[in-house]
């Protein structure tokens, strides 16, 4: 099917495969607390399912983590 680059890392597909089942795939930690670029673009949480992956492909999973105050 092809390859994609999933953080910097490349990965084949085997199969057509959506966003959904490639946060499942990678054992996302805290998919909820997730978000997705494709190709350099944030995807909506509620297109995960039916954003479908094909070669050449670029995926970041970025955490976007709440900070510490000044002390």
């Known amino acids: 099917m092809g390859k994609i680059t ?13 966003l959904a089942a490639l946060i499942a ?3 996302i930690a805290q998919p909820d607390m997730v978000s997705v670029q ?5 995807v909506n949480r509620e297109d995960y399912a039916t954003t ?5 492909d ?3 999973f970025l955490y976007f983590m709440g ?3 000044l002390q």
């Open 6 to 18: 999933v953080n910097g890392k490349e990965q084949d597909l085997s199969a057509p495969t959506t």
């Open 67 to 69: 900070g510490g105050g």
């Open 38 to 42: 494709l190709n350099e673009e944030f």
């Open 25 to 27: 795939q990678n054992n």
């Open 58 to 60: 670029e995926v970041d």
């Open 52 to 56: 479908t992956l094909k070669d050449g």
